[in-house]
């Protein structure tokens, strides 16, 4: 059952959906690794409730242009991250959003357009891996740098050179992807501080609300898992409720929907209807330059699994796949690893590893899992390295790739 709260009204005439959120192809999928974890560490207890909004900034609205991965990832979840970091809040002192702490969806979502857009296709729906590639390469700027105009072709003002550089001291961590119907682990996401960023089809009920929302009474949206949905677009989990079985939704059509801009979904409903979903960390502060990955100069290493230690700029082969150790950081427990090989059939590129939690990605038809279990602690850190476990299966599927390919 979908609620919006008692008191809300209904959804804005002019905010987009169809196609809001487009289906990525499979080479979109494949470029960015999923989630190997399959529950919480065994000593972690999950709270009843989570509410990430104390920093959020408050919902925005796209307006008329097909923006809502921008708004999920650049303006929400960046924002987030940001903020969380440096414990500070969104709002400014007379409580209004403070656009010194908000980051823009429109520097992401405006460095996606091309001279290829037709007057039709210009503001148009965009894919979560090319949003995303903004934010890890790029980064984002702050909204009083460039502010979000919401005017339908507001996305053709060109981002200012200048930004560039601001840009790049707010990256993102690369992107997993999460399983849309292991609610634990969504869970879990959201009580460790890391809100989830979702696509999910939607429909007309959806979208305007229905005449008991007029009334000040709870929306109930519940459309069977077989129903077809017209529409797409995205949104961001920042919270849940085991009371009520309940995830809080920020969305980005303004603060006159639902509940001033948030909604409460079901467990079940968004498990049914949720195509993708995401978690990304914030980059880490680049302590020193990552280091350039040399050749690789030991014994390639094969077989289904094996254990290595990389130093920074150290490589191995295993299984004709490359991997280096691009940058370490013992203390936060995170590592950033490139992988290569020679036919190109590997998609993901880099990968920001944490403790502690496996991610996997297609070589080909070989699935692989790469694990970065510890950092060694030597009286020289600059000798410390990374402990990874690798494993190749042939022919194995990931779960949450395939269920993502059967919604694209």
Known sequence: MFMLLPGTTVLPQHAPWAEDARLATRDRLLSIASEAVTEPPGNFHLPERVDLRPFLPPPGDQGRQHSSIAWALAYGLKSFQENLQREVGTLDSVGLRDPRNVFSPAFAYNLTRNGTDTADSLCSGSYFEEIFSILVERGCCTWDRFPYDTARWGCSRPVPDPLMPVARSHVMATPLRVSTEDITMLRYHLAINEPVAFAMGIDSAFRYGDPA???GAPMDWRPACEQPMPGSHAMLLVGYDDADSTFL????????????????????????????????????????????LLVPGRKPLSGPSTKTELAMGEAVVFNDLTVGLAHLAGEARRASITVRDRTGSVKVGRLDLVEGRPVRFHQGDTLVTIAFDRTSKPSDPRNARAHLRLMAEPGAKDPILERALMQA
């Open 249 to 292: 939704v920020m969305n980005s059509w303004g603060t006159t929907w639902g509940d001033g801009g948030f909604c409460r979904l079901r467990y079940g409903v968004f498990s049914c209807h949720a195509t993708e979903a995401y978690v990304a960390n914030d980059a880490l502060p680049d302590l020193r330059p990552a280091a350039p």
């Open 213 to 215: 929302a007029d009334q």
